[in-house]
T-cell receptor, first 112, second 114 residues
Framework: QKEVEQDPGPLSVPEGAIVSLNCTYS??????FMWYRQYSRKGPELLMY????GNKEDGRFTAQVDKSSKYISLFIRDSQPSDSATYLC????????????FGQGTILTVHP | GAVVSQHPSRVICKSGTSVKIECRSL??????MFWYRQFPKQSLMLMAT?????????EQGVEKDKFLINHASLTLSTLTVTSAHPEDSSFYIC??????????FGSGTQLSVL
């Protein structure tokens, strides 16, 4: 079993839809949770960073962490074609010295 | 967010040659940098952890002599692919660890070995 599970999709939604991306994890030592967006042939871009259970909002993006269920989500409101990319969840444990454990990534396409 | 610069963005080389990729943290000091490899439609695979002033720590299965990592300063780490072969063709990405646990990534280097 992988430490972090993420549905690779692909996910296709119409412009303006609410997108829900999810990851589950098995390692209860994970303390920091991140979502990255990666466009084709580019490096990942940090979207959201959280370390506690609950919701964190930044513009059209909301990150949700449920440590009791070992489940994290990223919601994108009013999705735009420019949001089409691969979204990676990533996690760090307190003892990993910054080593990220990534999900497989979900390919998202927002069509006009 | 913090800026990590990676160069070159694309390199094509002949089999047997060596290629150096640079990763710089432009607006912060990074004692730890990471090097990843990514194949098409797959997630990032960690190759090694680069610590300033010490030897890199390689992940299992990564050849130390083939992928030379140097982290000579708090803002620069380099990855040298020695005696490159076509199977080394891949997308290489670096990241730098900010002091608050956030990792920022470079823009990646597409290596093509002919």
């Amino acid at each position: 079993q992988k430490e972090v599970e993420q549905d690779p999709g692909p996910l296709s939604v119409p412009e303006g839809a609410i997108v829900s991306l999810n990851c589950t994890y098995s390692n209860s030592a994970f303390q920091y949770f991140m979502w990255y967006r990666q466009y084709s042939r580019k490096g990942p871009e940090l979207l959201m960073y959280t370390y506690s259970s609950g919701n964190k909002e930044d513009g059209r993006f909301t990150a949700q962490v449920d440590k009791s269920s070992k489940y994290i989500s990223l919601f994108i409101r009013d999705s735009q074609p420019s949001d089409s990319a691969t979204y990676l969840c990533a996690m760090i444990s307190g003892t990993s010295y910054g080593k990220l454990t990534f999900g497989q990534g979900t390919i998202l396409t927002v069509h006009p | 967010g913090a800026v990590v610069s990676q160069h070159p963005s694309r390199v094509i080389c002949k089999s047997g040659t060596s290629v150096k990729i640079e990763c710089r943290s432009l607006d912060f000091q990074a004692t730890t940098m990471f090097w990843y490899r990514q194949f098409p439609k797959q997630s990032l695979m960690l190759m090694a952890t680069s610590n300033e002033g010490s030897k890199a720590t390689y992940e299992q299965g990564v050849e130390k002599d083939k992928f030379l990592i140097n982290h000579a300063s708090l803002t620069l780490s380099t990855l040298t692919v020695t005696s490159a072969h076509p199977e080394d063709s891949s997308f290489y990405i670096c990241s730098a660890r900010h002091d608050n646990e956030k990792l920022f990534f470079g823009s990646g280097t597409q290596l093509s070995v002919l």
